[in-house]
Nanobody
């Protein structure tokens, strides 16, 4: 069981900066991957970035070079940062955690989402 709480959303100007946080609690030791997704009205939820237990990161092509995903030393919090947001990136941003239990059972957990509005 994992609980995820996102924070840091709000109003950002085009070209502005953003820093989102996702705090995880529960069976943190079972998490093997955490990531950020976003969903704009009328669109599917899409992957933004992921970070694995060993620190390996992956990014959607649309955000490479502009977004950074990172985590704290305890691996309980992941961050998503950008210094050049685009208006089309207005969306609800969701944190996701994937776990793999002993025995191979896989689980997926989602946070409640945080709204990011990009507007002048």
């Amino acid at each position: 069981q994992v609980q995820l709480v996102e924070s840091g959303g709000g109003l950002v100007q085009p070209g502005g900066s953003l820093r989102l946080s996702c705090a995880a609690s529960g069976s943190i030791s079972r998490i093997n991957l955490m990531g950020w997704y976003r969903q704009a009205p009328g669109n599917q939820r899409e992957l933004v970035a992921t970070i694995s237990s060993d620190g390996t990161t992956n990014y959607a092509d649309s955000v490479k070079g502009r977004f950074t995903i990172s985590r704290d030393n305890a691996k309980s919090t992941v961050f998503l940062q950008s210094n050049s947001l685009k208006p089309v990136e207005k969306a609800v941003y969701y944190c996701r955690a994937k776990t793999r239990l002993l025995g191979g059972t896989r689980r997926e957990y989602w946070g409640q989402g945080t709204q990011v509005t990009v507007s002048s």
